[in-house]
């Protein structure tokens, strides 16, 4: 049987595109959303037009019931799980001094908590099948960090601390557990930006361009496919920040 996935935030941006790439690649597929249910049917229907089939299933990751239910629901069609990816996120842009303890828990549960939440849920599959692959998408922040973007960047370095810890845990039943770090990519995350910010972010990259959402799907792809690499933070920035 062809490997089941699962992709959170997969209705839009660099989640979609792992969707499609995973799902082109006869993976079965089910795209995690949770506000754009719009988006979820039509990427659904666009790729039913390849006669590609892609499971599409309503939970809010920050909330364990919903995971829970998520995936009773694959377990129940499936009978396994063999790839979580990570990807639901949300930015927070504030002065450090304005963020209130309702803002940094909320991107705490959002950002890192559903990564503890869903890998929990999946986990005890993975262990009786001895055969895992969980990716985190965190971010270049949590590596160099963001002015402005604390909280985040705090999700984000706490979420590659949470891929190395699980990496050696989990190792031994060979399930492997790594983060890919984007940088800057061409998502909704960044409509709040100029088009003068962005050509400074393009300016600052070594390869002259804003990344696309396929090229993280590329990696992720590269990642399921593999079996030697774990606890690693592979950034795709396109030389952005390099350290
Ligand atoms: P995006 O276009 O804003 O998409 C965010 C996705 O997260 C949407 O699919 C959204 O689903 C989902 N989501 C948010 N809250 C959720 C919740 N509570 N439950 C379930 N899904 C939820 O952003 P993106 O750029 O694709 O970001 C994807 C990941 O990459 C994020 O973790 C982000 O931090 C990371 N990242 C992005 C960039 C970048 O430059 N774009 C850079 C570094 C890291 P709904 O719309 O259905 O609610």
Same mark, same amino acid.
């Given at each position: 049987?062809?490997?089941?996935?699962?992709?959170?935030?997969?209705?839009?941006?660099?989640?979609?595109?792992?969707?499609?790439?995973?799902?082109?690649?006869?993976?079965?597929?089910?795209?995690?959303? !949770?506000?754009?249910?719009?988006?979820?049917?039509?990427?659904?229907?666009?790729?039913?037009?390849?006669?590609?089939?892609?499971?599409?299933?309503?939970?809010?990751?920050?909330?364990?019931?919903?995971?829970?239910?998520?995936?009773?629901?694959?377990?129940?069609?499936?009978?396994?799980?063999?790839?979580?990816?990570?990807?639901?996120?949300?930015?927070?842009?504030?002065?450090?001094?304005?963020?209130?303890?309702?803002?940094?828990?909320?991107?705490?549960?959002?950002?890192?908590?559903?990564?503890?939440?869903?890998?929990?849920?999946?986990?005890?599959?993975?262990?009786?099948?001895?055969?895992?692959?969980?990716?985190?998408?965190?971010?270049?922040?949590?590596?160099?960090?963001?002015?402005?973007?604390?909280?985040?960047?705090?999700?984000?370095?706490?979420?590659?601390?949470?891929?190395?810890?699980?990496?050696?845990?989990?190792?031994?039943?060979?399930?492997?557990?790594?983060?890919?770090?984007?940088?800057?990519?061409?998502?909704?995350?960044?409509?709040?930006?100029?088009?003068?910010?962005?050509?400074?972010?393009?300016?600052?990259?070594?390869?002259?361009?804003?990344?696309?959402?396929?090229?993280?799907a590329k990696c992720a792809m590269w990642l399921v496919e593999d079996t030697f690499?774990?606890?690693?933070?592979?950034?795709? !920035?396109?030389?952005?920040?390099?350290?």
């Open positions: 049987m062809q490997k089941v996935a699962i992709v959170t935030g997969g209705s839009r941006g660099i989640g979609r595109a792992i969707v499609e790439t995973l799902a082109r690649k006869g993976i079965n597929v089910i795209a995690n959303y !949770n506000q754009s249910e719009e988006k979820a049917k039509q990427l659904q229907e666009n790729l039913g037009k390849e006669n590609i089939h892609i499971d599409i299933i309503k939970a809010d990751v920050s909330k364990r019931e919903e995971v829970k239910k998520m995936v009773d629901m694959v377990i129940k069609k499936y009978g396994k799980i063999d790839v979580l990816i990570n990807n639901a996120g949300i930015s927070q842009e504030k002065l450090f001094q304005d963020i209130t303890d309702d803002d940094w828990e909320h991107v705490m549960k959002v950002n890192l908590y559903s990564a503890f939440c869903a890998t929990q849920e999946v986990l005890p599959y993975m262990l009786s099948q001895k055969r895992g692959c969980i990716i985190n998408i965190s971010s270049i922040y949590g590596i160099i960090g963001g002015s402005c973007a604390v909280a985040y960047s705090a999700t984000k370095a706490g979420m590659d601390g949470m891929t190395k810890a699980l990496a050696k845990e989990l190792g031994p039943s060979n399930i492997r557990v790594n983060s890919i770090a984007p940088g800057c990519i061409d998502t909704d995350m960044n409509k709040q930006y100029t088009e003068e910010d962005m050509n400074q972010v393009k300016e600052e990259t070594p390869l002259e361009r804003i990344g696309k959402p396929e090229d993280i690499t774990t606890g690693q933070v592979i950034s795709i !920035n396109g030389g952005w920040g390099i350290i």
